[in-house]
């Protein structure tokens, strides 16, 4: 049998997963970081991406999109708080599209008074949703 952790991943609205996981992948700005049980301690922050958890015994995998936060590590318990966590069952094509489509049109037609850092976060966080979709698709295929 496997050696399994807790995994926790919380957002600022509500707890989206708890329970027991073989593997975690998370998408850290340093690059992903892959945790298995019994990890040195340790924190990051994460950025949007998608959160890929595998469950112990029949190693499937849970996905989860965040839009950015941290990951803390223990050698037993990994916690994710999340700025915005969604179940990747729950993602919606056609609103991170639209989301994407008014964050580049907003890029492109730049204003002074437009909080050009905001553009540019929203954009990373439709285009990572899209990704998520796309991994979904895969999953399911």
């Known amino acids: ?65 965040v839009s950015g936060g941290m990951i803390e590590v223990q050698p037993h318990n990994v916690t994710v708080l999340a700025d915005t966590a969604i179940r990747g069952a729950d993602l919606d094509e056609a609103k991170a599209l639209e989301a994407k489509q008014r964050a580049e049109e907003a890029l492109v037609n730049r204003q002074a008074n437009m909080d050009y850092a905001k553009a540019e976060s929203e954009l990373a966080a439709a285009v990572a949703q899209l990704a998520a979709i796309q991994k979904m698709r895969k999953k399911t295929h």
Do not use: N, Q
């Open 1 to 65: 049998m496997a050696t399994t952790m807790h995994v926790d991943v919380v957002s600022g609205e509500e707890a989206i997963y708890s329970g027991e996981a073989e593997f975690i992948v998370a998408p850290a700005y340093e690059g992903e970081i892959g945790v298995y049980a019994r990890h040195a301690p340790m924190i990051a922050l994460i950025k949007a991406g998608t959160v890929r958890i595998t469950t112990p015994g029949k190693g499937e995998e849970v996905l989860l999109f």
